[in-house]
């Protein structure tokens, strides 16, 4: 594993940023520890082909949720992203095509930043209809935008999902911080 020693505590270790799928592993590994304490049976999925991350157990409903994991390793909890087309937005996460389709009540994805500088993690819950319906129309947006500018416009089956904040304004619905932080309850 690429590891370096960490300069602010020399006794504890740091992923390099190159590193994806530690840092996959380090987003899995955290949710599992915040479903773990919420009293949730959960548990990890193996396997390079796995269709879900997280395998996730209300015991009073006896419901059974899917849990896709999407992780970003962060300078800075004082990072934003900002776009002209798609506005100053927390984050956000590739995506494919294949996500425009995945429409299902139980499947839920959640997206995940690591604060490399602090250590802290940030949890966005996010059920799949409102995935689904984003990366799609992101797509769109962005081709229609790119097409204006003149810009020839390759096929590609790369999305990007992303989290705003309330207070600002979008082309498209963005999924806030506000609505999707810490959603625990799989609220839709």
């Known amino acids: 594993m690429n590891i370096r020693k960490s300069p602010v505590c020399p006794g504890v270790s740091s992923m390099k940023r190159n590193d994806k799928n530690a840092v ?35 015991p009073r409903s006896k419901k059974m949720y899917r849990l896709e994991v999407k992780t970003k390793l962060r300078r800075s909890d004082r990072d934003v992203a900002k776009s002209k087309i798609f506005g100053t937005v927390v984050g956000g996460w590739m995506m494919d095509r294949k996500h425009e389709a995945h429409v299902d009540p139980l499947l839920f994805y959640c997206f995940v930043i690591i604060w490399e500088r602090t250590k802290k993690f940030c949890f966005f819950i996010v059920p799949s209809k409102l995935v689904a319906r984003y990366v799609k129309r992101e797509h769109q947006l962005w081709r229609r935008e790119k097409k204006k500018e003149r810009k020839r416009v390759k096929h590609t089956d790369m999305r990007v999902f992303r989290i705003g904040f309330k207070n600002e304004k979008y082309a498209i619905a963005t999924p806030t911080t506000e609505e999707y932080e810490d959603n625990w309850k799989f609220r839709r």
């Open 24 to 58: 996959s592993l380090a987003g899995e590994f955290a949710v599992l520890s915040q479903l773990a304490l919420l009293n949730y049976d959960a548990n990890m999925t193996l396997g390079r082909t796995k269709g879900v991350d997280i395998l996730v157990s209300v």
